[in-house]
Nanobody, 123 residues
Framework: QVQLVESGGGLVQAGDSLRLSCAAS????????MGWFRQAPGKEREFVAA????????YYADSMKGRFTISRDNTKRTVALQMDSLKPEDTAIYYC????????????????WGQGTQVTVSS
């Protein structure tokens, strides 16, 4: 089993930056892909970004490209999401996820999830 714990959420103003972190524990040696998703009230959970350990490749949703950066520290078993130029529409609960068995863009393909961290961006 793998446990994921997110941290770093909070209340910021539009244009500010925020850095989320996800710490993984347990049987992490088998995990190649880790990702971030978000879910706003009344909306479906959506893909934000993902990173592949084997190649270092990164993937982003179109609306996050250029504003969000995903990174990974394999020695510390953490993955971070740097969010810049935040907008009110970025307000959501952000979830860390790991080990998809299929598409890295689909939340229902991921095996492990954190509890989520709230990000609120005021205008």
């Amino acid at each position: 089993q793998v446990q994921l714990v997110e941290s770093g959420g909070g209340l910021v103003q539009a244009g500010d930056s925020l850095r989320l972190s996800c710490a993984a524990s347990g049987r992490t040696f088998s995990i190649n892909v880790m990702g971030w998703f978000r879910q706003a009230p009344g909306k479906e959970r959506e893909f934000v970004a993902a990173i592949r350990r084997s190649t270092g490749s990164t993937y982003y949703a179109d609306s996050m490209k250029g504003r969000f950066t995903i990174s990974r520290d394999n020695t510390k078993r953490t993955v971070a999401l740097q969010m810049d130029s935040l907008k009110p529409e970025d307000t959501a609960i952000y979830y860390c996820a790991a080990d998809p068995y299929g598409s890295i863009f689909r939340p229902d393909e991921y095996s492990y999830w954190g509890q989520g961290t709230q990000v609120t961006v005021s205008s």
